[in-house]
C-alpha cells in the first residue's frame, strides 16, 4: 500500500479514488498486494482474475480482495471505477464487522449489488474521497465509518444470496450453523451445542468449518459474541459488567479476558473507542 500512498501523494490508512479505465494502474502478470481492497464498478466490462478464478466485469459490481491474494484485471475504455484501499493494519480491525467468515468473501470475491444498496455504496466512497481532500481533517475517523458502512452493504448482499450460494458451493447446513450463533451465542458458547442442533457431531461441524471458512466452529462462535458485545457496548446504560453477564460470562475478569484476546483493549477503552464513532457518525450523517 505505501506504493499507492506515494503515488496519490497521501499517506493514510484508508484510501478512496475514483478512477477511468485508463487511470487504473494495470499490470501484465498477477500481483499481490499487502493491503484489503474493495473495487466497485460504476460502469465498465473486462475481467478479473482472483487467485487464479476468472471473474467477468459488470456495473453495479464490488470486487474484494484480501491482503496476500493475487489478482490480474482487463478492463475496457469505458469503465469507471472506485477504488477503496485499507491498509493491512487498519484491516485487522475491520474483520471483526465483517459479517462472515473471511473464507465467504474470498470465496465469493465479486457481487452484484442492487440498484439502491449501490446508490448508498457510491455516496460513501465519494464522502471518503471527500475528507481526503479536506485540509482540516487529519485522522481516519470518518472514513473509518464509512468504510464500516461499505463493508455492511456487501455483506447484506451476500446473505441475499444465502440461497443460491447454500445450493451450489457453500453446505446450507453451514448457514443454518452461522444463523443459530448469531441467535443464541449470548447464552449457547459450546460447539456441542449447535452441532447437536443441526444433527452433527462436533468433530463433523469443525471438520465443516474449517474446509469451507478457514476456521473452527468455536472461532465463530467467538467471533458473533464479540459482535454482540460490541452492539451493547456502545449504549452508555449498559453497564460493563451487566454486559458481561447478559453475553454469558461468569465474571468481569473472564469478559475482559476475550475482549483483549480477540480485539487487543480493554472493555473501558472499546466503550471509548465505539462511542467516539457514533458521535461523529451522527455529526456526519
Known sequence: MSDIKKKIGINKNIISKKINSKELHCLDYPTKQDFLS??????????????????PIHKKQTHVLFPSQSHY??????SVIHQLFIS?????????FLQFPEAVYKKYPVVPIQSEEFDMMIRQFKDIEEV??????????????KTKIIIQIISNEIEHLFDELGNHHVPP??????????????????????????GLTSNHLNVLCKKYFDKTAKDCIQREIIKE????????????????????????????????????????ELRKKLLHEKINQQTFK
Open 38 to 55: 474493495i473495487l466497485v464498478f460504476e460502469n465498465g466490462s473486462g475481467t478479473h482474475i482472483i487467485d487464479n478464478t476468472e471473474f
Open 73 to 78: 484485471i482487463t478492463i475496457e475504455n469505458h
Open 88 to 96: 493491512k493494519e487498519l484491516y485487522h480491525e475491520f474483520k471483526i
Open 132 to 145: 481526503r481532500n479536506h485540509p482540516f481533517i487529519m485522522d481516519d475517523t470518518i472514513a473509518y465509518l
Open 173 to 198: 447446513i453451514l448457514f443454518q450453523f452461522i444463523l443459530l450463533t448469531k441467535k443464541y451465542c449470548k447464552t449457547e458458547k459450546t460447539v456441542k451445542y449447535y452441532a447437536d442442533n443441526l
Open 229 to 268: 458485545i460490541q452492539r451493547q457496548i456502545v449504549d452508555p446504560q449498559n453497564s460493563l459488567l451487566g454486559i458481561a453477564l447478559n453475553c454469558g460470562f461468569q465474571c468481569y475478569t473472564a469478559f475482559s479476558k476475550c475482549i483483549k484476546k480477540h480485539l487487543g483493549i480493554p472493555p473501558t
